[in-house]
């Protein structure tokens, strides 16, 4: 299949990520992770340096700031394979071993690359959120998937104004002459993904049934806007309490008991 040949585009974006501190490897955090539903005594568990956890997330160096001396951190309702992605890209810079499978695909689903992406925005890590979109742009244009296929997903757990409805908003905007969709979204599309389509339609003042981009000029585009549009390369601030996110973090905290 031509579309299973499909070169990955990678967007431009020239910021790099800021160098971790020397002492960040002195001491080891046992970061537990159990799925909602999932009982605690079947969690997952990852040694993490504590200087590398605080380095990436806003939330974890709070949490591990309030209670110094404590070494477990636990992470109920998390996917322990969604920690073991975070985890090895805390270590690695990537989210898997290779980039590229054996068949030159993209080896992560999206639907991984949007639990990475509500991960990084839960717990205030930027740069997981960036490298999360990113694949996720990749994967869909690669596969030829439309993301409005996670439209419900996107919207039950990430915020509003997140780059990854951002980014799906404006691929349907881009991409889509709303030809059936009034079928197709029949009792799936959320109110609030229609609303920030009409809200885009409006500011870009583009009727829906307009022509779209060639998928080469589209591409293009989106290559060079990217970074500016999708990415936080901002310095990490504490992400609001409320929100549609799954897990309350402020009780994701840290513990020491050991049953
Ligand atoms: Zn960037």
Known sequence: MAADRLPVVTPDCSYEEPGLSLDAFERLILVRAWKPYQQKKDRKEFSVHRGLLSHHSVVFRETLQRTPRKNILELPGEDPDIVGSVVYWMYTGKLSQAALDAQGKIPLTLEQLCQVFSFGEKNGIPELRNIAITIFFQKSVQDSISPDTLMRWIY????????????????????????????????????????DILARLRMLQKPPSAQPPTRDEWLADKKRVFCERYHDHTPVALPPNEGPVIVDLMDAGLSDDEE
């Not at 915020?159 to 991409?175: I, K, Q, T, W």
């Not at 969709?181 to 799936?188: R, Y």
């Open 156 to 195: 039950a757990n990430t915020l509003p104004g997140s780059a990854l409805r951002r980014y799906l908003v404006d691929y349907m905007v881009e991409r889509c002459n709303f030809l059936n969709v009034e079928n197709v979204w029949q009792g799936i599309a959320p109110a609030a993904f229609l609303l």
